[in-house]
């Protein structure tokens, strides 16, 4: 079991965004081998080969997978979505492009950690009568590592300021090693700087209503001149799931 000890519904519902210290997020002892391999899984991620294309390099390595949810159940169904596609109004850089990444592994869609924190981030968005009413949520998730290394600046966010064109996103940071840099902003809609963290420890996260708010991250380089990484867990939420293929 994950329990969120923070009052992230109301703080969403007020600012359009809330972090909070990976301190918060208590896992059950049972969950903590799911933890373990979930972590581990970060080193099988594959290139990011859109954007090798459009840097040059190939530093961002991922898998994606999604999820319907069905909130009656509270259970959680892979879909069989494997494409991911963002406007090109929100999303300068790739916008308009159908970006098929590398899919999710078995072991992480029936990652008992994974389910378990997708339900518990859920639990915590502040939801309209009007979105309490709908039954089915599609879920996407991002496993996203940025690499840096002593002779490049690397980076995370090469859209700058965006947002993502989902209705909620979390951001799970789970782990970071001989980086600087990496601080996530969150900005209001007009790119002014509300606040910003530079995730440090597993769990650290932001909770972001992406319809009112943008976020960026800065660059990332070497410490020690040694090889580096930054790995992240992003999380869609979307009303609305119907588990078509494509
Ligand atoms: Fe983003």
Redesign the pocket.
Known sequence: MIKIDSDIRSELAIKGYECLSGANISISAPLLKSVASFIVSYDNLQVDSYLEKHEKAAYRFRRYGAFCLDTREMKLTETNKKIFTQSKNINTVYGGIDRKFAPATDASIKNVFLKQLILADFNCLPLTKELKEIKNWFIGFHKIRITTNSHSLTHP?PEGI???GHYF?VQHFISRENIIGGTSKIYDRKKKTLDQITFDQFLDSCFVDDKRVM?SVSPLKSDKNKDGFRDML?IDFEPRCNNELN
């Open positions: 966010t965006h947002c993502d996103v976020h992003i």
